[in-house]
Structures are given as structure tokens and as C-alpha cells.
């Protein structure tokens, strides 16, 4: 058995070589070519040192057997990071901006054992009361909204007018957020989501999930929020708000990505470009899941004690992410791949903790690309698809933007509010030009638009 202290230089050829034993997962070099990254990590064997951001290391799981290990044995490899034995030691920097994916939360995703299991059955059991034909009306609804703002222009970004807000708008209405509360939490999670003053969007966005909680004590509707105030579970008031943080965030920030990169590939691709054929969409979502996951690495656990990996030794409170990137392309898997289930990627993860909302992303992801191509049938890329960028950052695939040109398409329907969401009481005239809702007030415009 031998551990990675013992190489004497990293792998030859390894990006590791740039920046000492562990190769970088932070920088535009691995946003333009991860791939190029987990080819050499293989090299290490079925993990690898990596950086996550200065001074945050952590070992990175490429192969899929390994990983599969990984999320199917908790009582080995835990997921409360209180357990991560840097951060407790004080050798994490505080102000890294990968903490707040990774620091510990009274939630579902940071609980083991019998926490988990009550956490989580809240949520299962709260997503299944989901009635999917509501979830597909309004991700319409929402298509239609959010299109009607850009589509006389003829040219549209299709991640900042269109997939970043659409699951954001969707959520809102699945989790019964009234307008003065759902613009205050979709402002906060774009926020967070482009980096803009994180600390401040965080204490909005608990500040929302905080006053959404105490208005369905009061107020229960048929919506998840109700449904996981009303389980046997009996969540307190601060799981609540943690449970909804984490099911907003992970349901939106995913769901984007994956309307972005399969809509790229839509655009871009000749084998989907062509057209033809009833599945052409989830196909190409199905692409998306074993070739570039929305999420790429993360479901971070910590061994509980120090444990051999697949010849590898790990120290007990080591970080150990999951290449869901990495592993659903493993050279190994190129021989029997064909013979798997299209759904055999670990892009949703793999056990216990293993999406619990993956059916709703899927509806809302497919739905989404269908109502923007049928509405504009003859949309293209608006530049070149290698031109276009990724966004920095160890664990996501995510486009910086996706520009979209198309016949401009007159809009059908047009209300003293739609052309530009204004707020309760406010005056659509002075809210921006070009018919473009100002920022943090999607809802309330959404709502506004759809009353009329």
C-alpha cells in the first residue's frame, strides 16, 4: 500500500507539475480543459491529490467503481464535515470561497445515520406530494414569461435571460414564496450564484427562508415548504431554513447547468443540430449527464477513520469529493459502457444521499428546452462553440454565457406590466428598457405578467 507522500514528483505531464504535488481545481486552466485534468489525475490511480482553492486540499475519486464505493458505504466515508480534521486544525483559510459548499449545515447533505434518515425522509416525502403536471404547467408559464422578455430582440444570453432564472422562478412557485419574499430570495441566490458581495446575499436569502417559514406556520399551502412543516419529521424553525437552502440552492444552481450545457450541445452538435426525432432533447440531457455534469465534483465525505482507497491510504477527516465527471468517463467503462443504462452516470450521485429531486430537474430541464425551441424554432449560437467560456471553479461545469440569435418574435401577449416587472405598488414605466425586468424582481413581474 502506498500513499501519495511517497511520489517523488507528481505523474509526468501532470498539471500538478505548475503548482507542487496537487493539481489545481480553481483557475481558468481547469474551467477550459478538465478533461485534459482527469486524464492526467488518473495517472495517481483511482484518486488523486488535488487543490480546491489556495490551501484547500482534498482527494479527488476518478474512477466509477471507486466512487460507487464511496457513496454506497456512509458508514466509512461519512458526510458531516465537522469530521474535516484541516479545517478543524485551523489550516483551512477561513475567507476560501469553497467553504460554504463544504462547511457543516443541519441538513441532509452534512448528516450521517439516524439524522440523515430523518432529514432526508422529510424531503423524499415532501417532493413525492409534487404533482408533476402542476411542475410542467408552470415551468410553461415560466418559459413563456421569461422568452416574451427578450424574444423581439432577436438576440438573447441563454443563461442570464433565460436558464439561470427559470428554475429560480419554477422554485418559487413549488415552494409557495409570495412576491415580497421570492423577489428578496431570488436576488440573493443570483448573487451567490455570480459571486456579488456573498456574505450580504447570504443573510438575505436566510432572512427570506426565515419569514417564508414563519408565514407557512401560519399560512400552510400546497406547497413543499407546508409539506415539510407538516411532516412527522417535525423540523424546527432552523432546520426548516436550512432544508430549504439546500433544496433551493441545489435545485437551482444544477438545473441551470444542465438547461445551459444541454442547450449548447443542442446548438452546436450536428447529431442534435440536424433535429428529428421525439427524444432529440432528452437525449442530449442524457449526453449532458455522462459527459459534463452540471455538477462535476463534489459529494465530499471524510473517512472516519484512516482507511485504504483502492491502494491508496487516507488519513481519517480527509476530504474525498467525487468526480461525477471523471468517473462516468473512466477509460475502463469505454468496453461495457454501451451494454449500461442510459441512467447508469453518477451525474445525480449514488446512494443514500443520492438526488432526491432528480425527477422534478429532469422535468423542468427537458420542458424548459422544449417550450424555448418550439418558440423559437430557428434559434442559433451566436458565436462560435469553441469560443465560448466556462466559469472557474472546482465543482461545477458551468457556461459564463451562452449568446442565442433568432428571427425576433413579436410578443403575444403584452400587459401594462410585462414589458418591465414591477414590484408591489411599483411604476413599469421608470423599472429599466427593453421590455427587461429588473433585477430581484422576477417574481413579482412574473406574477404580474401571468395576471393579466
Not at 415580497?180 to 436566510?206: C, K, P
Not at 399560512?219 to 412527522?232: A, K, N, R, V, Y
Not at 435545485?251 to 446548438?267: S, W
Not at 421590455?435 to 413579482?444: A, E, L, M, R, T
Request: net charge negative; proline share 8%.
Amino acid at each position: 500500500m502506498q500513499s501519495h507522500s511517497e511520489f517523488q514528483s507528481p505523474p509526468p505531464g501532470c498539471p500538478a507539475h505548475a503548482g507542487g504535488e496537487r493539481a489545481p481545481l480553481h483557475g481558468p486552466e481547469f474551467a477550459a480543459a478538465p478533461d485534459a485534468f482527469y486524464d492526467m489525475l488518473r495517472q495517481y490511480g483511482p484518486t488523486a491529490p488535488v487543490e480546491l482553492a489556495p490551501g484547500v486540499e482534498a482527494e479527488l475519486v476518478t474512477e466509477y467503481a471507486t466512487a460507487l464505493h464511496v457513496l454506497q458505504n456512509p458508514d466509512t466515508f461519512a458526510r458531516d464535515s465537522r469530521r474535516w480534521r484541516a479545517l478543524n486544525e485551523g489550516r483551512v483559510p477561513m475567507d476560501s470561497p469553497v467553504l460554504p459548499m463544504m462547511m457543516y449545515r443541519p441538513n441532509c447533505m452534512f448528516s450521517d445515520g439516524a439524522d440523515h434518515l430523518r432529514l432526508r425522509q422529510a424531503v423524499t416525502d415532501s417532493f413525492g406530494r409534487l404533482d408533476m403536471h402542476r411542475v410542467s404547467r408552470h415551468v410553461d408559464r415560466v418559459a413563456a414569461y421569461l422568452t416574451d422578455q427578450f424574444s423581439a430582440r432577436g438576440k438573447a444570453d441563454l443563461i442570464s435571460d433565460y436558464a439561470q432564472l427559470l428554475p429560480l422562478l419554477v422554485f418559487n412557485d413549488l415552494f409557495g414564496c409570495p412576491a415580497e419574499i421570492g423577489d428578496r430570495l431570488i436576488s440573493a441566490i443570483s448573487n451567490l450564484f455570480d459571486g456579488i458581495d456573498a456574505e450580504r446575499a447570504n443573510e438575505v436569502m436566510a432572512g427570506a427562508l426565515f419569514e417564508l417559514v414563519a408565514l407557512k406556520r401560519v399560512t400552510p399551502g400546497e406547497d413543499i415548504t407546508s409539506w415539510l412543516m407538516q411532516h412527522p419529521s417535525r423540523l424546527s424553525d432552523e432546520e426548516m431554513v436550512h432544508q430549504l437552502a439546500l433544496l433551493i440552492g441545489a435545485g437551482t444552481e444544477p438545473v441551470q447547468n444542465l438547461i445551459a450545457n444541454a442547450l449548447r450541445l443542442l446548438l452546436s452538435d450536428e447529431q442534435f443540430a440536424a433535429g428529428g426525432g421525439d427524444l432529440l432533447v432528452e437525449d442530449a440531457i442524457n449526453e449532458v449527464l455522462w459527459n459534463s455534469p452540471p455538477i462535476a465534483n463534489y459529494a465530499t465525505h471524510y473517512p472516519v477513520h484512516e482507511v485504504e482507497l483502492s491502494g491508496n491510504k487516507l488519513a481519517a477527516g480527509t476530504p474525498v469529493l467525487v468526480s461525477f465527471a471523471a468517473a462516468n468517463g473512466d477509460p475502463s467503462l469505454s468496453a461495457t459502457r454501451q451494454t449500461f443504462s442510459k441512467r447508469a452516470h453518477l451525474a445525480w450521485g449514488a446512494g443514500p444521499h443520492a438526488c432526491p429531486a432528480k425527477d422534478p430537474a429532469l422535468l423542468i430541464s427537458i420542458r424548459a428546452i422544449e417550450k424555448l425551441l418550439n418558440t423559437l424554432p430557428d434559434i442559433e449560437l451566436g458565436a462560435p462553440a469553441e469560443t465560448l467560456t466556462w466559469r472557474p471553479g472546482p465543482f461545477h461545469r458551468a457556461l459564463n454565457a451562452l449568446p442565442a440569435r433568432f428571427t425576433p418574435v413579436r410578443s403575444e401577449r403584452r400587459g401594462p406590466q410585462s414589458g418591465a416587472a414591477a414590484g408591489p405598488g411599483g411604476d413599469a414605466r421608470n423599472q429599466g428598457q427593453q421590455n427587461k425586468p429588473q433585477k430581484g424582481s422576477w417574481w413579482s413581474g412574473f406574477l404580474s405578467w401571468w395576471r393579466v
